[in-house]
């Protein structure tokens, strides 16, 4: 009996299920009452900072959390630009509004509803 067409059905479950699991959105922000929480999910990240130009781009570091998904939380500001460090590599999540710095760089864009 010929099972190769059942093994190549199972090979598929089996990618189906593991790249359906783990993060569904790479990147989220959360109002809490007088603070944001910033969400990235990374699976392979070691470290990640959150850096934004309401502090002057201070680095905030992370907490990996369950599911691969990384919290910070910050001060609520009314507007500001932010990116994240991934394993000492600059990170620009996918974010809904972006600008150019100084430099020519892109950073994301936060502007609150307050």
């Given at each position: 009996m010929n099972n190769f067409p059942y093994l190549i059905f199972q090979v598929f479950v089996l990618f189906l299920v593991l790249f359906t699991?783990?993060?569904v959105k790479q990147h989220s922000v959360q109002v809490n009452g007088d603070s944001l929480?910033?969400?990235?999910?990374?699976?392979?990240?070691?470290e990640i900072l959150f850096a934004?130009?309401?502090d002057?781009?201070?680095?905030?570091?992370a907490i990996k959390g369950p599911e691969?998904?990384?919290q910070v939380t910050?001060?609520?500001?009314?507007?500001?630009v932010y990116f994240y460090?991934?394993?000492g590599e600059?990170?620009?999540?996918?974010?809904?509004d972006t600008v150019f710095d100084d430099f020519g760089t892109k950073n994301c864009l936060y502007v609150s509803g307050m």
């Open positions: 699991m783990g993060c929480s910033f969400y990235y999910c990374d699976p392979n990240a070691k934004s130009s309401a002057h781009f201070r680095c905030h570091p691969d998904v990384w910050v001060p609520l500001e009314k507007e500001f460090i991934i394993d600059l990170t620009l999540p996918d974010c809904p």
